[in-house]
C-alpha cells in the first residue's frame, strides 16, 4: 500500500511540475516585428508585410524631375496581419521567433 501510495504521488507531482501551457505567438517576439522609435510596442508593424505605395504629396511629381521622395518602406500593422488570414492570422502563420 505505501509502495503504490508513492507511486501515485510521484506521478501527481510529476504531472504538476511537467505542464507546459501553450504560450501564443506575440508579434512583439517575431523577427518581422518593427517598432518606432518613440512609438508603443502597440503599433509595431510587421515588415514582412509592406503597404502598397499611395500617391502621396511629395512623390507626384517623380515623373516630373525623377526623384524618388518616398524612398522609407511602410509597413501594415500587426493588428491589421493578424486580423487576415491571407497575412499571418490569429494564429501566426509567419511567425519567426527572434
Same mark, same amino acid.
Given at each position: 500500500?505505501? $509502495?503504490? &501510495? #508513492?507511486? $501515485? *504521488?510521484?506521478?501527481?507531482?510529476?504531472?504538476? %511540475? =511537467? +505542464? &507546459?501551457?501553450?504560450?501564443?505567438? $506575440? #508579434?512583439?517576439? #517575431? !523577427?518581422? %516585428?518593427?517598432?518606432?522609435? $518613440?512609438? =508603443?510596442?502597440?503599433?509595431? !508593424? #510587421?515588415? *514582412?508585410?509592406?503597404?502598397?505605395?499611395?500617391?502621396?504629396?511629395?512623390?507626384? +511629381?517623380? *515623373?516630373?524631375?525623377?526623384? &524618388?521622395? &518616398?524612398? /522609407?518602406?511602410? @509597413?501594415?500593422?500587426? =493588428?491589421?496581419?493578424?486580423?487576415?488570414?491571407?497575412?499571418?492570422?490569429?494564429?501566426? /502563420?509567419? @511567425?519567426?521567433?527572434?
Amino acid at each position: 500500500m505505501y $509502495l503504490m &501510495n #508513492c507511486i $501515485l *504521488l510521484f506521478m501527481l507531482f510529476t504531472e504538476i %511540475f =511537467s +505542464y &507546459n501551457p501553450i504560450k501564443p505567438k $506575440l #508579434c512583439r517576439d #517575431c !523577427k518581422f %516585428f518593427t517598432k518606432g522609435f $518613440l512609438t =508603443s510596442t502597440k503599433f509595431g !508593424k #510587421c515588415s *514582412l508585410f509592406p503597404t502598397e505605395a499611395d500617391e502621396d504629396e511629395d512623390n507626384k +511629381y517623380f *515623373l516630373v524631375d525623377g526623384i &524618388n521622395r &518616398n524612398n /522609407k518602406p511602410e @509597413y501594415t500593422f500587426c =493588428s491589421i496581419a493578424r486580423k487576415y488570414e491571407k497575412r499571418c492570422g490569429p494564429e501566426g /502563420k509567419f @511567425y519567426e521567433k527572434k
